[in-house]
């Protein structure tokens, strides 16, 4: 209770007749207050004040009344409000308000009303609770400028995106939602607890009339569950997610481990992510808002595992297109969004650590460790001609024929240091902090770290490469990834702005070394495969959302910058012959006439480097209308969008080739590759430089009409403008290798080749739903998407692909064109539950797939002539608080089940062929093959997630189990010779206990509890006529059967063993 520091009725600071009769009434003449209480006063005031107290409080209400007011002014100063706001209200209202939240009695009697020293009834000392949530309309859309008051005075307004948070002393209390043209919510009962978090997001409904004002009132539970069925279920596209509080429920490190809980995901390698059967190109990867660049070499993928898991808000996939989304499309949009403003002052600290069966504690093998790795740079032995950011191939060569040739100029690091592997580690620490601002503005902060570094041995069997015979052997893995976020936003009732900055930084190096029977040539060897990528990624991005006017007009608007470095330092690869002694080191390998698969002579090292610049831009305006009349009316909202980007990308690959080397004595492998043994190191010319800049613009026109309440349309078309010749330098090479087969010097018409693909498309869409029950919708929906090549592919290379195993080059393809069909039934049974069922097709023209070439080792990107997808995608998602049993009622049960069914019609096209008609006329031929019953690469026939949830106050369980049936992982030119994937069977389980107040958290997780592992294999078909392309095999064909079909690569990970414990402060 707040103290005055004068005598109440002392007469000192109020005129002495006051004083007196202060006095009087509160202390002399009790009887005369019998019934009479100020709490009946009618009269209507209005009181908006931020950061006051009670005396300016009253000497407002003095001059908008007639009563006289007895009080100290000097004592009421130091009774502090935080924020006092009341329009129109009755007096008595907030007279009890002062009487409730302040040191204060009050007594009326005689026209005056007396104001004295007393007890506060609600405690300024407890803490304050929060109610928070956003308002949005019937369309999802938020609505800015809504006011929010409480009953008792205090009240805010909604920023421009629609979110609110409203501090209020623990209690209950009706609050009531107001906005220009749309019906006025109450909600009663909103509980608020001491230092709690009461959610609320509330969905208003437009006036039908403009000459009532028309009040909808209702309690807490009922609106709470209608604004989230609001936010669920008024998507305008199909969409699937997982929260940050989901998320926190697994042992999920990173989102490449996240994504496989998604409703028709999968991942490839914890790290790719496989949408509705379609996996690397066909996905796309959104941060922020940005789409992000293909972080792989080799494929236009994204890997997902580099984001720490710890910084991630929400993971949304988009699995239907509107014409705002960009139309590079084919399974999903995959919508990873970062903390951004923080809702709440917080400190964050994490630590853990994890074991493996297989490997902590066991020997650990890599090339030498430097200490940086553990800070996720790569080794400094492994830099190229003392430099590892080379801009070119041909710039390693000029200096190195400048040094004439020394290989002296080469680090000799092919030697393995063994230790103990450790306890793999990992740290995380976020803040954020809010700075309030007058006017219902704020000011947010936030940042974020993590650290993780691990160590995974796995056994390793194997028959790529050559290795016919069978390897065995071992895979070291060691990875460290960093990340980090930094950003500051500022947002008010009109405006808001964010800037944000992200660094992730990963160095993955695996190292697997084994042995094995080899077919070409003959013999006993071994293997050696150092594969080791340094990924950096920096995207700094600027947004902002402005609300124009009091219309509902909106301006949104970002602009974004992306820096992506991706490198393989030094990779190494050798086959060859050696001695066998059992008083050798374990980590000593005497070799003899080391040799590499294909690429060059002797053992093979390369250096590969993509360098992006992305440049991103977008720009959005909104405008709400309505139409119709009586029974016939809608809500309409007309968006126009350009959006854009700018890639700026050099690439390289640079092979080279250790050979010579005298090593008829078996030399130990560190000492063979040294100038004293007399070889050379030769650099390959193959043309690997890439250096284009690519600029797409798209534009846009979309209509979201809501019709009558039962009926929403989302409908428009996408203008999307791309120069694919222009930065194609395989067109290039083909217009080269053509001219040349003819003798060079030839003035040839290439316009068939240059005519294979318009610089414009267009892209429609709709989308329509319609709402069975406020909980129940039907969707159907139809959109059009591009899929472009990488740029990566549009270079001329060739480089060692390990998972391929053999070399991988460039061809020339085309963009890929997909037409969508789906229909959903979804019905939203309760808060965070689901049932959902939908039929999916999917049509592809020119769609692209990694063939293997014959019987060679050799792969390339081609076009198919067409492919199909049929598909059905079923989840549920339901806890069993219905019961009302003791501990069932506290089980949520989650599954989601995807069948695909496949055909792919492959294509041959040969590109050196003339016109009949005209000599001079380049123009290719096709030559189309059977069609082929099966999934496209990365996808499969069959996807299960389960899930098992238990919560009851401390502590929770949840049990979650994937599994993917037979997985195309590459296609063959004969079909019957096409690898396919059993991935790993998971079954992870986590116990997660709450201490200290809930401030603390113990998360104790298990990961392949089932011991499982993956495999790619090679059918072995029992029916001759399938094993001669004469009959398709049937799923059951395709699944893997054990000492029947041949294993190309098969992984065992072991199970690991993980604690980690945070704490919020």
Sequence with gaps: MQKSTKGFCNG??????????????????????????????????????????????????????SYTFAYDPDYLAHCTLEAVKFDGQPLGQVLNYLDLYTPIDIVFANNTVALKQGKQEKSSNKEKGRVKGKIVDN????????????????????????????????????????????????????????????????????????????????????????????????????????????????PDKNIGDVLKRVSGLSTVDNKYVVVRGLSERYNQAVLNGQIMPSTELNRKNFSFDIIPSNI???????????PDRSAEFGGGLVEVNTLDMPAQNFLNIGVGGSINNLTTGENFRSLKLEGKEYWGKASDHRNLLGQQKWNSSADVIAKYEAGNKDVKQFSNNWGVYEMKAPVSQNYQLSAGKVLPLTGNRQIGIVASASYR??????????????????????????????????????????????????????????LLIGEGEHADPNGHLLGYYDLTTQTSLWQTQLKGEQAL??????????????????????????????????????????????????????????????????????????????????????????????????KNRLFYVLNSGSKGFNS?????????????????????????????????????????????????????????????????????????EINASRGGNNQLDYSALLNREPNWHLFPSANLTYSVTPAMNLRLSYAKSIIRPDLRELSFFREYDFELGGAYESA?????????????????????????????????????????QGDIRLYNLKNNRTAKNYGLEIEVRKTLAFTNVPVIKNITLYGNFTALDS??????????????????????????????????????????????????????????????????????????????????????????????????????????????????????YKDPAISNNEKDPSVKDLLYKKGEDRIDYQAKPGRTYSATLTYSF
């Design 139 to 250: 369309k999802n859309e938020p609505l800015p400028g809504v006011t929010i008051q409480a009953d008792g005075g205090l009240g805010v307004v909604t920023s421009v995106d629609g979110t609110y948070e409203l501090n209020l002393a623990p209690g209950t209390y009706t609050l009531t939602f107001s906005y220009v043209s749309y019906d006025t919510r109450k909600v009663t009962e909103v509980i608020v607890k001491e230092g709690g978090i009461t959610p609320l997001d509330i969905i208003m409904k437009s006036s039908s009339s403009r000459l009532k004002e028309v009040t909808v009132t209702g309690n807490y539970k009922r609106a709470s569950v209608e604004g989230l069925y609001a936010l669920q279920k008024n998507n305008a596209a199909i969409t699937d997610g997982i929260s940050a509080e989901q998320i926190s429920r697994t």
């Design 812 to 852: 020339l393809v085309k963009s890929t064109t997909v037409q969508h069909f789906d229909f959903r039934y979804e019905w939203y049974p309760g808060p965070g539950e689901i049932i959902s069922a939908s039929l999916f097709y999917k049509n592809f023209k020119d769609p692209m797939e990694i063939y293997k």
């Design 664 to 736: 008829e004595d078996y030399p130990p492998l560190s000492q063979l590759f040294t100038p004293e043994r007399g070889g050379e190191i030769y650099l390959s010319r193959f043309t690997d430089d890439f250096h284009r800049t690519a600029v797409l613009h798209g534009m846009y026109a979309m209509l979201d009409n809501k019709i009558n309440e039962k009926w929403r349309l989302v409908w428009g078309v996408r203008a999307e403008y791309f120069n694919l010749n222009k930065i194609n330098s395989v067109l290039d090479s083909v217009f080269r």
């Design 453 to 510: 570094n691990t160590f995974q041995t796995q056994d390793i069997e194997m028959t790529r490469d050559g290795f016919d015979g069978g390897f065995s052997g071992k895979r070291y893995g060691f990875i460290t990834n960093l990340g980090g976020l930094v950003g500051i936003g500022y947002k008010s009732d009109r405006t808001r702005l964010n800037l944000q900055s992200i660094y992730i930084r990963t160095l993955d190096q695996q």
């Design 12 to 65: 000192r600071v109020m005129h002495s007749w006051k004083a007196f009769l202060l006095c009087f009434l509160t202390a002399g003449f009790p009887v005369v207050l019998v019934g009479q209480s100020y709490q009946s006063l009618g009269d209507k005031v209005s009181v908006n004040l931020q950061h006051t107290n009670a005396a300016a409080v009253v000497k407002s209400l003095e001059q908008q009344t």
């Design 312 to 322: 991630v808000e929400n993971v949304t996939v988009v699995k239907t297109l509107t």
């Design 549 to 646: 006017g009091k219309r509902g007009i909106k301006l949104k608007w970002l602009g974004s910058y992306v820096l992506l470095d991706k490198q393989k330092p030094d990779n190494h690869q050798f086959l060859a012959t050696t001695m066998e002694d059992s008083k050798l080191p374990s980590n000593e390998f005497n070799i003899r006439s080391p040799f590499s698969g294909g690429i060059s002579e002797g053992a093979l090292r390369w250096w590969s480097r993509a360098y992006e610049k992305d440049y991103n831009w977008d720009v959005a305006l909104s405008a709400p209308f309505k139409f119709g009349g009586g029974n016939f009316q809608t809500d309409n909202t007309f968006k126009v969008g350009y959006s854009g980007w700018s």
């Design 903 to 1020: 055909r792919v019609t492959p294509v041959d096209i040969d590109f050196n062929r003339m016109d009949p008609n005209d000599p001079n006329k380049v123009l290719p031929s096709e030559s189309v093959r059977k069609e082929e019953k099966r999934p496209q690469t990365g996808a499969s026939n069959y996807m299960v997630n389960a899930g098992f949830y238990y919560d009851v106050k401390p502590a929770s369980f949840s049990l979650v189990y994937n599994y993917v049936s037979n997985r195309m992982f590459r296609p063959a030119l004969y079909y019957s010779e096409s690898l396919f994937e059993r991935p790993l069977e998971a079954l992870d389980a986590q116990l997660a206990i709450r201490m200290l107040k809930q401030k603390m958290q113990l998360r104790l997780n298990v990961s392949n509890l089932l011991n499982s592992y993956s495999i790619v294999y090679r059918n072995f």
